[in-house]
C-alpha cells in the first residue's frame, strides 16, 4: 500500500486550495513522506490541530494505506 | 468508541503524568517514530510510563479516535494530548518541550 506524492498533494489541496506544498518521499517507496504545509488557515492553531486539519484532508489514509507521513506545519510569516 | 474503551484510556492517561501510548517498549520499541519519541524523553530525563498498543487491539484503536490522531506514538502529560512523534521533535528541537514539563509541574 502507498500512495503517490502527487496524489497526497492533490487531497491537501482539495481542502487548502492556497496552501504551500512540498514533499519528499522519505525512502523512495512511496510509504514514507515528509511534507510541508504553509498556509494561511492554520493561523492561530495549535500544532496538534494543524496536523489534525492535514490527517483530515487526507480523508483517514495516513496511518493505513499511508504508513508515515511527517509533516511540518506554519501560518505564512507576516 | 465503547464507553468501557474511552474510560479505560481516560485512567491511563489520569493515573500515569507523562503517558506514552507506543510501539513496543521503551527498551525495546518496535518503530522507528515510537523509538524517537523515547529517545527525547530520555535524552531529556523525563520519567514516563508507557502503554504498549501492540499488545492491546482495543487501545490501538481506541486511542486513534479519543485523540483525534491517526498514528502512534502519542504522548499525553497530565492528561492533555501534547504530539505525535513529529510534534515533540519539533517541541524538542526549538526548546519548546522543555518549557512544556516545566510549566506543567514535571521535573527531569
Known sequence: ?78 | MEENIKNKIQNIIQDNEVMLFMKGTPVMPQCGFSAAVVGVLSHMGIKFDSVNVLEDAEIREGIKEFSDWPTIPQLYVKSEFVGGCDIIREMHENGELSEYFTKAGIKA
Open chain 1, 1 to 78: 500500500m502507498a500512495m503517490k506524492a502527487n496524489e497526497i498533494e492533490e487531497l491537501i489541496l482539495k481542502s487548502f486550495p492556497k496552501a504551500k506544498i512540498t514533499i519528499d518521499d522519505l525512502r523512495g517507496d512511496g510509504d514514507h513522506y515528509a511534507a510541508q504545509i504553509i498556509t494561511e488557515e492554520f493561523r492561530g492553531k495549535s500544532r496538534v490541530q494543524q496536523h489534525q486539519m492535514i490527517y483530515n484532508a487526507m480523508g483517514g489514509r495516513v496511518g493505513k494505506e499511508l504508513h508515515a507521513l511527517a509533516l511540518n506545519t506554519s501560518a505564512p510569516k507576516e
